[in-house]
C-alpha cells in the first residue's frame, strides 16, 4: 500500500476506527493503567478517544485506591481508639455513671466488628485464635461482663443482658481470668436483680467442654500447643479409664484455685509453663496419644 492511499487516516490499533491522529501512551500512566485499572497490553499508541477512556480508567483507579486507603486508615484509628474506649467506660463505672460505660462499651464492641468486617453481635472467638489476639479476648470477657453488670440494673434490659451472658460463655473460656468470671457470676446468682442471667450464663460455661484452668492461666489463654496436647491428652486417655475420670474430676475441683493463684502470682507462670511443657512432651503422654 503507497504512502499517498493511506495519507490522512491512521488505524487506532486500540479500537480500529480510522482516525485523523494517535496520541502516546506515556510508560508512567502504561504502569497505572496495569496497577490500578488492571488493564495489561495497551498499544503505545491510541487515538484521542480511547486515549480518554483509559486514562478516565486511571483516574477510577487511582479513586478507589484513595478510598481504600482512606477505608484502611479509618479502621487502623479505630483499632488504636478502641482501648481508650474501654478505659473510658472503666471510668465512667467508677463513677456509677452506667448508661455512658454501656455506650462506650458498645462502641469497643462495634469498633472490632468494623475491624473484623462482621455483623452486629457476630464476633466470635474464632476471629482471635492467632496467639498475636489471644488477649484481646480477654479484654472482650470483662466488657461482657461489666456489661452484664450493668444491664442488670432494670429490668428493660433484660435481653442485652441475656446477649452479654450469651457472649461472655463464649468468650471466657479462652481466657485466663475464666476462674474469677465463673467465681463472681456464682456469687451473683445470689446477689443480682435478674439472677437468671448469671444462671444462663454459667449453665451454658458448664455445659461446654471442661477446660484446663491450669495451663489456660499459665498460658494467658487456651491455643498454645500444650494445652492442646494436654486436652487431648485427658480426652483421649484419662476420660477412657476410671481412676482417669476420677484424676479428672479431682484435677477441676483444686485446678481453678490454682488457676486463681497463677493469676494472683504471676511469676510462677514461667515455672508452671516450663513443668506443662515437660509433661505434654514426656513420653509417658506422647505414647498414649499417638499408639
Ligand atoms: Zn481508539
Not at 497490553?41 to 478517544?49: D, I, K, L, M, R
Not at 461482663?145 to 463464649?170: G, S, V
Not at 460455661?205 to 499459665?218: K, L, M
Request: hydrophobic letters at 40%; glycine letters at 4%.
Amino acid at each position: 500500500m503507497s504512502e499517498a492511499a493511506t495519507e490522512g487516516i491512521i488505524t487506532c490499533p486500540y479500537c480500529g476506527d480510522n482516525v485523523p491522529g494517535l496520541t502516546a501512551i506515556d510508560p508512567g500512566m502504561r504502569l497505572r493503567l496495569q496497577n490500578e485499572a488492571q488493564v495489561e497490553s495497551v498499544p503505545e499508541n491510541v487515538c484521542e478517544g480511547c486515549f480518554s477512556q483509559l486514562s478516565r480508567l486511571v483516574s477510577k483507579g487511582a479513586v478507589l485506591r484513595a478510598e481504600a486507603q482512606a477505608k484502611e486508615q479509618n479502621r487502623l484509628m479505630l483499632w488504636r481508639n478502641r482501648v481508650q474506649l474501654v478505659k473510658q467506660a472503666k471510668q465512667y463505672l467508677a463513677h456509677k455513671n452506667f448508661s455512658d460505660a454501656a455506650v462506650s462499651y458498645e462502641k469497643y464492641l462495634r469498633v472490632l466488628e468494623i475491624v473484623y468486617e462482621v455483623k452486629s453481635g457476630e464476633l466470635s472467638p474464632d476471629m482471635f485464635k492467632n496467639q498475636a489476639r489471644a488477649q484481646e479476648m480477654t479484654v472482650i470477657t470483662s466488657v461482657y461482663w461489666d456489661l452484664m453488670r450493668i444491664y442488670d440494673t432494670h429490668p428493660r434490659y433484660a435481653d442485652r443482658q441475656t446477649k452479654a451472658a450469651e457472649k461472655l460463655a463464649a468468650f471466657v473460656r479462652f481466657t485466663p481470668i475464666f476462674p474469677q468470671i465463673l467465681r463472681k457470676a456464682e456469687s451473683q446468682t445470689r446477689t443480682a436483680k435478674n439472677p437468671e442471667a448469671f444462671k444462663r450464663f454459667l449453665k451454658i460455661s458448664n455445659s461446654s467442654r471442661p477446660r484446663c484452668f491450669i495451663a489456660t492461666a499459665a498460658y494467658d489463654g487456651y491455643f498454645s500447643e500444650t494445652v492442646l496436647t494436654l486436652c487431648e491428652f485427658r480426652d483421649q486417655y484419662l476420660k477412657s479409664s476410671q481412676s482417669g475420670r476420677k484424676f479428672v474430676r479431682a484435677y477441676y475441683k483444686v485446678s481453678p484455685r490454682i488457676a486463681l493463684l497463677l493469676d494472683l502470682l504471676p511469676f510462677l507462670k514461667p515455672t508452671t509453663r516450663k513443668l506443662l511443657t515437660r509433661v505434654a512432651r514426656s513420653k509417658f503422654v506422647r505414647n498414649r496419644l499417638n499408639p
